[in-house]
């Protein structure tokens, strides 16, 4: 009896850290990923998913006020060497896919 409730915590404990652990990107990933390399913007796919949505989420927020503090928010969290140009290529291509009712950040920047 013992033995059966051990080998049943066991599995519950498996089960539970393999529903825990992070989920890898997905093909929805895959065209964002694709439009940054055309910007010369190269790096592992889930980590720049995560980071567009992270920006998009932190333009929600109001974390980063606008799009210049967003760009270098990115520019910060790309590889050393990316310039301003690509980080606000790459919030274009973020608010593009990820979430498209922040365009007005970058509307707004166009006006400065």
């Known amino acids: 009896m013992k033995g059966t409730r051990l080998a049943t915590s066991a599995a ?32 592992p796919q889930d980590y720049d998913a995560w980071l567009a949505k992270i920006s998009c989420e932190r333009l929600a927020r109001g974390v980063d006020g606008d799009a210049y503090k967003s760009a270098a928010f990115i520019q910060r969290n790309l590889p050393m060497g990316t310039t301003e140009g690509q980080s606000f290529q790459f919030l274009g291509a973020a608010i593009d896919h990820y979430c498209p009712d922040q365009v007005g950040v970058l509307q707004r920047a166009g006006t400065h």
């Open 12 to 43: 519950l404990a498996a089960a539970t850290i393999a529903l825990a652990a992070p989920a890898p990107a997905d093909d929805y990933d895959a065209p964002f990923q694709d439009i940054i390399h055309r910007f010369g913007i190269y790096g």
